[in-house]
């Protein structure tokens, strides 16, 4: 079946560094890969999505690229914010538009 | 953005009580409506799929009598955790989605069996 793998463990590091959260999926098909964040107390919110190899998904500064050869969406800012704390999913979606998440990491950034 | 709201955000209920909870697109009509459990520090796991005016498609593992789930119309579903025990303390995220569009997701409800 699907699946999605994160890295394991939070990740914590200061204002202004570069953040990398790695992911990698199984899946059959060619799923569309999807990065989700939530914050303290709020409920999940698309952060950025890629629907085809090779797609690179963006927001907020932050990007991943769908690469079909490593099976892999990997997550990068290249200058984190004290508000960009919080826990952020990898994700994929089958073609009945089933969602499957990896495990999350919690990020916190230090001023 | 399109909204989803749950309620309650919390409850405790006894063991052997039944509980529910609401599921709303606040603006807009949702066909497909999806439930999910999350543990703590754990992914979110889909506990079952449920298109407005049809039965709710579960996944494999999760009991159909145990957790009920109604879907009667565009902007309402609910799930109902019939005879609950501690072992269903979780936390239970809803979503809902326009045809195959994207999912919003609310903001959880935690659930508290004593």
């Known amino acids: 079946g699907n699946s999605v793998t994160q890295m394991e463990g939070p990740v914590t590091l200061s204002e202004e560094a570069f953040l990398t959260i790695n992911c990698t999926y199984t899946a059959t098909g060619y799923p569309s890969l999807f990065w989700y964040v939530q914050y303290p107390g709020e409920g999940l919110q698309l952060l950025l999505k890629a629907t085809k190899a090779d797609d690179k998904g963006s927001n907020k500064g932050f990007e991943a690229t769908y690469r079909k050869e490593t099976t892999s969406f990997h997550l990068e800012k290249g200058s984190v914010q004290v508000s960009d704390s919080a826990v952020y999913f990898c994700?994929?979606?089958?073609?009945?538009?089933?969602?499957?998440f990896g495990k999350g990491n919690q990020v916190v950034v230090i001023p | 953005g399109a909204v989803v709201s749950q309620h309650p955000s919390w409850v405790i209920c006894k063991s052997g009580t039944s509980v529910k909870i609401e599921c709303r697109s606040l603006?807009?009509?949702?066909?497909?409506m999806f439930w999910y459990r999350q543990f703590p520090k754990q992914s979110l796991m889909l506990m079952a799929t449920?298109?407005?005016?049809?039965?709710?498609?579960?996944e494999q593992g999760v009991e159909k009598d145990k957790f009920l789930i109604n879907h009667a119309s565009l902007t309402l579903s609910t799930l109902t955790v019939t005879s609950a025990h501690p072992e269903d303390s979780s936390f239970y995220i809803c979503s809902a989605s326009l045809r195959s569009y994207e999912q919003y997701f609310g903001p959880g409800t935690r659930l508290t069996v004593t």
């Open positions: 994700a994929l979606r089958d073609g009945n538009n089933r969602l499957a």
């Open positions: 449920s298109n407005e005016g049809s039965k709710a498609t579960y």
């Open positions: 603006d807009f009509q949702a066909t497909t």
